[in-house]
């Protein structure tokens, strides 16, 4: 596609909840990053995906959150018996690849409020 | 360990006054730097980016960045403020050629535009 797109845009859930946000990156990107911004913050590194693989996924608060990329394409952001603490915007990128020094592309987010 | 500093956190210019962001950023090895710009309820969209080749980087809508090795800074500049300008901008910084371009992002700098 012309960007990246990423569904819902908004999800309210309860606590405890389980919840997949999806991500569609780029046409022909390699590289894929979930991100998650809380209110009056930068965003914060969650994973990274380089292909189907996720290369590095130190940025993942817990073993509640999950991620997966099965195809190289889409990715979908899993997070489990959500808490009021994950209310966040979680935002997803793409780029060419690595080593490209080309920035990345960003999503417009999904807006996750756990009450 | 990477890291980026914005001083300031609000900034106000009058419409057609000079725009000036800090930034200043810790890198243990040579630095990618960019800066991102965020309207409200949209994802990140990419200003401008160093990657090592010109120190004087120009990007879209007439903003332009320096980097300065010996400050370890990376502050943007605009000559004349637009109103359109007003919205939340981030410095950001990774490590080049480990084949993860992870980014590190500032907390942000919300510029608001005096008419």
């Known amino acids: 596609g012309a960007g990246v797109s990423q569904t819902p845009s908004n999800k309210v859930t309860e606590k405890g909840k389980y919840v997949e946000l999806r991500c569609d990156p780029i046409s022909g990107h390699t590289a894929l990053y979930w991100y998650r911004q809380s209110l009056g913050q930068g965003p914060e590194f969650l994973i990274y995906?380089?292909?189907?693989?996720?290369?590095?996924d130190s940025g993942l608060p817990n073993d509640r959150f999950f991620a997966v990329r099965p195809e190289g394409s889409v990715s979908t952001l899993k997070i489990q018996r959500t808490e009021r603490g994950d209310s966040a915007v979680y935002l997803c990128?793409?780029?060419?690849?690595?080593?490209?020094?080309?920035?990345?592309?960003f999503g417009s987010g999904t807006r996750l409020t756990v009450v | 360990a990477q890291s980026v500093t914005q001083l300031g956190s609000h900034v106000s210019v009058s419409e057609g006054a000079l725009v000036l962001l800090r930034c200043n950023y810790s890198s243990s090895v040579p630095p990618y730097l960019f800066w991102y710009v965020q309207y409200p309820n949209q994802g990140l969209q990419l200003l401008l980016k160093?990657?090592?080749?010109?120190?004087l980087v120009k990007g879209i809508n007439g903003f332009e960045a320096e980097f300065k090795k010996s400050e370890t800074s990376f502050h943007l500049t605009k000559p004349s403020a637009h109103m359109s300008d007003a919205a939340e901008y981030f410095c950001?910084?990774?490590?080049?050629?480990?084949?993860?371009?992870?980014?590190?992002f500032g907390t942000g700098t919300r510029l608001t535009i005096i008419p």
């Open positions: 995906f380089q292909g189907t693989g996720a290369a590095d």
């Open positions: 950001a910084v990774s490590d080049r050629g480990f084949g993860n371009e992870k980014l590190t």
């Open positions: 160093y990657t090592s080749a010109a120190t």
């Open positions: 990128a793409s780029s060419l690849g690595p080593g490209q020094g080309d920035g990345y592309t």
